[in-house]
C-alpha cells in the first residue's frame, strides 16, 4: 500500500476538498429547489469557517462542538437575515444576498482582533480527517433525499414552479423557503468549518463574489433536477484545474472553454435524469429492434 500512502500524501487535500465542495453545492441546490436565487452561501461557508476556527484557536473548545458552532451562526444569521430578504425573488434577491456576502467579508476585514483581517487566521488546527468529511457528505446527501421525496419536498417543487398557485393551495411559501434557506445555511456553514480546519489558514478573500458565483456554477454545471447532478459539478470544477495544470497559462482558458461548452450544449447541466433516460432507453431499443426485424426476416 506505499502508493497509496504516496497518493494521500500528496493529493489528501484535493480529495477531502471534492467532499466539502459537494456540500457547497448541495446548500445552494436547496435554495434552487425552492426556487430562489439566493447568493449567500459563501458568506454562510465563511461564518463557519470563522466560527469553529475562533472556537479552536481561542477557546480550545472540541471539534465536534467546534462544527455544531460554525453550523450554528449561519443558521441564526440565515434566520434573521431571511425576514426581509426572502420577501424578495430572482434578480432582487440575488443583489440582497450579494450584498450581505460583500457585508461579511468587508466585517471580517476590519474585525482584525478576532478575524485576523486581512492576514487572516494562521495556524488552525488540521483536525478534519477523510471520515469527517465522508460522514458529513453521506448524512447531508440522505437528508435531503429524504426531503425531497417528502411533502416538504414535494412544497419545494410547487413553490419553485408557481409560487403564486403554491400559496392558493394551502402551503406556507414564506416558512417553506425560510426552511430552505435557513437549511442552506447550515450545510454551508459545516463545509466551511471542515474546509477550515483542512486547510490550516483563512482570508475574508476567500469567501467572497468569486467563491458564491463558483459555488452557484457547480450545481448548474451538474444540473439541478437530482442530488447527483451538484455532486458532479462541484466534483469536476474541483478536478479541471489539477487535470488541466499542464497547459500551464492556458488552463483558465481551457477551463473557461469546456464550461462554456457544457452550458451550450447541455442547458440542463450534465447529470440530466430525463435526458439520460431517453439516450439509454434509445440504446436498448435498437438491439431490440433489430431483433424484432430479424425474427420477421426468418419468418
Request: aromatic share 10%; glycine share 12%.
Amino acid at each position: 500500500m506505499e502508493w497509496f500512502e504516496n497518493f494521500w500524501a500528496i493529493y489528501s487535500n484535493l480529495v477531502l476538498s471534492l467532499g466539502t465542495n459537494a456540500l457547497l453545492a448541495l446548500s445552494i441546490w436547496l435554495t434552487l429547489s425552492c426556487g430562489m436565487l439566493a447568493m449567500a452561501n459563501a458568506a454562510f461557508m465563511g461564518l463557519g469557517a470563522y466560527t469553529a476556527s475562533i472556537l479552536t484557536l481561542n477557546y480550545e473548545v472540541p471539534f465536534p462542538l467546534a462544527l455544531a458552532g460554525g453550523m450554528a451562526l449561519p443558521a441564526l444569521v440565515a434566520f434573521v437575515m431571511g425576514k426581509p430578504t426572502l420577501r424578495l425573488s430572482g434578480v432582487y434577491l440575488a443583489m440582497a444576498t450579494l450584498a450581505f456576502g460583500e457585508v461579511v467579508r468587508i466585517v471580517a476585514l476590519n474585525a482584525e482582533s478576532l478575524t485576523g483581517g486581512a492576514l487572516g487566521l494562521n495556524g488552525i488546527p488540521q483536525l478534519t480527517e477523510w471520515w469527517h468529511v465522508l460522514l458529513a457528505v453521506v448524512v447531508v446527501v440522505a437528508v435531503l433525499w429524504r426531503l425531497r421525496i417528502s411533502r416538504i419536498g414535494r412544497a419545494f417543487e410547487a413553490i419553485k414552479e408557481d409560487e403564486t398557485a403554491a400559496g392558493l393551495m394551502g402551503i406556507d411559501v414564506g416558512g417553506h423557503k425560510m426552511l430552505a434557506f435557513v437549511l442552506g445555511a447550515v450545510i454551508a456553514g459545516l463545509a466551511g468549518a471542515l474546509n477550515a480546519h483542512l486547510t490550516f489558514f483563512i482570508g475574508p478573500n476567500e469567501y467572497g463574489f468569486d467563491r458564491g458565483v463558483e459555488i452557484l456554477t457547480m450545481a448548474i454545471l451538474g444540473g439541478i433536477t437530482s442530488l447527483i447532478g451538484p455532486i458532479v459539478g462541484s466534483t469536476l470544477l474541483t478536478l479541471l484545474p489539477e487535470v488541466l495544470r499542464s497547459f500551464a497559462d492556458f488552463r483558465l482558458v481551457v477551463n473557461g472553454l469546456i464550461l462554456v461548452l457544457i452550458v451550450l450544449f447541455l442547458p440542463k447541466g450534465i447529470w440530466d435524469p430525463a435526458r439520460l433516460r431517453a439516450w439509454f432507453g434509445s440504446k436498448r431499443a435498437v438491439p431490440a429492434a433489430a431483433a424484432k426485424s430479424t425474427q420477421g426476416g426468418a419468418a
